[in-house]
């Protein structure tokens, strides 16, 4: 996510929590620090470093960029 505001993007988290899915929301520049819905976790960039995102698109079976 990288926007501070971009609710719908937030809606999308909120509904695959629900649905049972693992969510991880990488939070780039002006977004850092925004809440995530209950269930997701979230990781900041920085601290999080480029190498460590590529590690983590691996890690995923779906990537969504808001």
């Known amino acids: 996510v ?3 505001g971009d609710q719908f993007a937030l809606d999308v988290v909120a509904w695959q ?3 049972g899915d693992e ?3 990488v939070l780039l ?4 620090g925004t809440p995530v819905p ?4 979230s990781l900041p960039m ?3 470093q480029y190498d ?3 590690e983590l698109l691996t890690w995923c079976e779906r990537v969504v960029s808001w």
């Open 38 to 41: 209950a269930g997701a976790q």
């Open 52 to 54: 460590g995102l590529v």
């Open 46 to 48: 920085p601290p999080l």
């Open 29 to 32: 520049e002006a977004a850092a």
């Open 23 to 25: 969510v991880l929301v």
């Open 17 to 19: 929590v629900a649905a």
């Open 2 to 4: 990288r926007g501070p």
